[in-house]
């Protein structure tokens, strides 16, 4: 069955990055375009971008160009989402999706704090 | 961007009620293709969130036939008829017409 995988919780330093993981499974990862969400505490959904495996296109909102790097490793079927200069405004969850089907991870809890 | 609009933000139901909660758009979202790319999640507590329905009206394997999507243009409607226990958690409306994709802020379903 499908399963997307995410890398573990990190905890990281303002002006630091993190790079996290969300291993594809159950499927052909090439196919089909990978999204990532940000959720902050108790707060919404947001959209940071998406990337296309097969060709390694991205599509990004607005807000999170500079902020995010989305890349791909198609030999061990993997998404990547990088984020840069950290400050406390992105501490939240982040999701990898397949962005409108029932296919989501499990999250990644990213604190940023010195 | 395209704003979604939910009411109410937070919804309290007793075990068996029927409950409707509303998605309103800042544009249409029926796509140039025929598509209208509205879907509906539910996210438990401390879950990622769960696809319920999708483009507007269709349910997602494996959810229980008491929820249903409804609506047209820029007005939608998810109903949940016969709440049960499980069914608490947040709803969150989505839609996928306009870049960037974009949610509603969230309607809390809690016990009464």
């Known amino acids: 069955q499908v399963k997307l995988l995410q890398s573990g919780a990190a905890l990281v330093k303002p002006g630091a990055s993190v790079k996290m993981s969300c291993k594809a499974s159950?499927?052909?990862?090439?196919?089909?375009?990978v999204s990532w969400v940000k959720q902050s505490h108790g707060k919404s959904l947001e959209w940071i971008g998406e990337?296309?495996?097969?060709?390694?296109?991205?599509n990004f909102n607005e807000k999170f160009k500079g902020k995010a790097t989305l890349t791909v490793d198609k030999s061990t079927s993997t998404a990547y989402m990088e984020l840069s200069r950290l400050t406390s405004e992105d501490s939240a969850i982040y999701y990898c999706?397949?962005?409108?089907?029932?296919?989501w991870g499990q999250g990644v809890m990213v604190t940023v704090s010195s | 961007d395209v704003v979604l609009t939910q009411t109410p933000s937070i919804l309290s139901a007793t075990i068996g009620q029927s409950v409707s909660i509303s998605c309103r758009s800042s544009?249409?979202?029926?796509?140039?293709?025929?598509?209208?790319?509205l879907y509906w999640f539910l996210q438990r507590p401390g879950q990622s969130p769960q696809r319920l329905i999708y483009?507007?009206?269709n349910l997602g394997s494996g959810v229980p036939n008491r929820f249903s999507g409804s609506g047209s243009g820029t007005d939608f409607t998810l109903k949940i008829s016969g709440v049960e226990a499980e069914d608490l958690g947040v709803y969150y409306c989505?839609?996928?017409?306009?870049?960037?994709?974009?949610f509603g802020a969230g309607t809390k379903l809690e016990l009464k």
């Open positions: 999706t397949r962005l409108g089907s029932r296919y």
């Open positions: 159950g499927y052909t990862f090439t196919d089909y375009w």
């Open positions: 990337i296309y495996p097969n060709s390694g296109a991205t």
């Open positions: 544009q249409s979202l029926l796509d140039s293709d025929g598509n209208t790319y």
């Open positions: 483009l507007v009206s």
């Open positions: 989505m839609q996928a017409t306009h870049a960037p994709p974009t």
